[in-house]
């Protein structure tokens, strides 16, 4: 036992729970309950964001050329056979790395966007940057990326998108200043057009915010190293314009009773990372956690924000979402989620996300699917 204890303890420190387990107890005391306590249909909103890197593991682009392919011809036929409650198929957003830029690439994605099956935001990997040299090099990728009709405009034409970081380090996170080296990253981004951070969680790495569960408003002095840290929850009634939202995916303990039943052992204790990987795909146990966690707008608790996040590009983990794994997801959602009277399930792409979101503090009701386009527009390729 005396060996465990220092084991069990270090497990729980890799996963950062120091950093997220009180707001964590919080969440299940305070914020849960709120949802729990909803009496008629609530609505489950499913945001599958994939951090969609062709060129994962230094590969050429030859091979990034096949990951591409496939995944031109495998999802819509994986997607056609899943609709959610509106009767739209699973929407797939694509946060296309900026340094992986390549025209042939984006007009795949063009292609996908057109036929229904998503839409395209940012994803960059830096390091060892400065404000002006991150400022130009998102500016270029923006302008590279919106070329071939991605992301939303605002009313003056200005590209709109969603945001997440590579390696986690949003806003000079690390300690050793690695994998960015901007502390003013927010403000810079949010004047280059982002609308919404898509980071986290991160619970294996020290970016790792001291929330989770929830959608937030940065607060304080946004130019500072880590100035998500300092939030505070959207609520209805109250929304800024003058900053990007945060957007968290579910966190939290579940156990594990598919592992339990194949090891022939009672169930297993997991920690929820938000993450659909080829090792760790969707399960009967962690899907029933993502609605039970309740993560809403405070004050609209029958809309329930699910985010999730994969790597999906390199092989095996393609095989994995577009094949029988990625099909079991869909098909767990269904049955948990879209009885059209204890549940709802809405497919949404983080645009629409965010949008439901906004509106939801804007005082808005009933059926979020009314609220996809609530302030952005679809990007150019949807119109």
């Not at 099909?327 to 497919?347: F, P, S, T």
Request: glycine fraction near 10%; proline fraction near 6%.
């Amino acid at each position: 036992m005396g060996a465990l204890y220092p084991g069990v303890i270090g497990y729980l420190r890799q996963k950062q729970l120091h950093r997220w387990g009180p707001d964590y107890l919080r969440h299940l005391l305070q914020r849960r309950p709120e949802s729990l306590a909803v009496s008629g249909t609530r609505h489950l909103l499913f945001c599958f964001c994939d951090h969609w890197e062709p060129l994962f593991d230094g590969v050429g682009d030859a091979q990034g050329d096949d990951r591409v392919a496939h995944w031109s011809e495998a999802y819509p036929a994986m997607a056609r056979r899943f609709r959610d409650a509106d009767g739209r198929m699973p929407q797939h957003s694509f946060f296309f790395p900026g340094e992986h830029y390549r025209g042939r690439w984006l007009e795949a994605l063009a292609k996908l966007a057109r036929d229904g099956f998503g839409e395209v935001e940012l994803h960059l990997h830096h390091d060892g940057d400065t404000s002006e040299s991150l400022r130009n090099d998102v500016a270029r990728y923006v302008r590279e990326i919106a070329s071939h009709g991605h992301f939303s405009r605002d009313a003056s034409g200005q590209a709109k998108f969603a945001f997440i970081h590579g390696n986690w380090c949003l806003a000079n996170a690390r300690s050793d200043g690695r994998w960015c080296g901007v502390d003013d990253e927010l403000p810079l981004l949010f004047d280059l057009g982002c609308y919404a951070d898509y980071t986290f969680p991160a619970p294996e790495n020290e970016a790792q915010p001291s929330f989770v569960n929830q959608i937030l408003w940065p607060t304080g002095d946004l130019s500072r190293r880590r100035a998500y840290e300092g939030a505070e929850r959207a609520r209805v009634g109250t929304k800024k314009t003058d900053r990007m939202l945060f957007i968290n995916g579910p966190s939290g303990f579940f156990l594990d009773q598919k592992l339990g039943r194949s090891l022939g052992v009672p169930p297993k204790v997991r920690i929820e990372a938000s993450a659909i990987t080829a090792n760790d795909p969707a399960s009967e146990s962690r899907t029933a956690l993502w609605g039970d966690l309740g993560i809403c707008v405070e004050g609209r608790p029958d809309w329930v924000f699910v985010k999730m996040h994969t790597h999906g590009a390199p092989e095996k983990q393609a095989a994995s979402l577009l094949g029988d794994a990625g099909a079991k997801m869909h098909e767990l959602l269904a049955a948990q989620y879209n009885d059209g009277v204890r549940w709802k399930l809405h497919y949404v792409s983080a645009r629409e996300m965010f949008n439901i979101a906004l509106a939801a503090m804007d005082g808005k009701e009933g059926d979020p699917a009314e609220y996809r386009d609530h302030v952005l527009a679809p990007p150019p390729i949807r119109q």
